[in-house]
Nanobody
């Protein structure tokens, strides 16, 4: 139904910023909730941020509240994750995910049907 491709990852110093993009393709993009997850070596996948179709509802993981901002541009089928004040512990592979018809933002990876391959973010100290 939808394909997702992340971009914008890279190597930054602690305290710096990055903006990740998730470009969606396919005929069905409307009414999808979108989420960002991350997975660091040796750790389980962690919820980062989620956003409803209308962008009226956003949800953030406790570890990134006040530092990260999720947004979406439905006209261009793109979801963004603005990451500020980055810390070394933010180092991970960041993936975007989508699911159709949900009435709330879910933090569990199993709630999302479609996934991108991920983009690496490395924060140096």
């Amino acid at each position: 139904q939808v394909q997702l491709v992340e971009s914008g990852g890279g190597l930054v110093q602690a305290g710096g910023s990055l903006r990740l993009s998730c470009a969606a393709s396919g005929r069905a993009f409307t009414r999808y909730i979108m989420g960002w997850f991350r997975q660091a070596p040796g750790k389980e996948r962690e919820f980062v941020a989620g956003i409803s179709w209308s962008a009226e509802i956003t949800t953030y993981g406790d570890s990134v509240k006040g530092r990260f901002i999720i947004s979406r541009d439905n006209a261009n089928n793109t979801v963004y994750l603005q990451m500020n004040t980055l810390k070394p512990e933010d180092t991970a592979v960041y993936s975007c995910a989508a699911d159709f018809g949900k009435s709330r933002i879910y933090t569990e990876p199993r709630a999302y049907e479609h996934w991108g391959r991920g983009t690496q973010v490395t924060v140096s100290s």
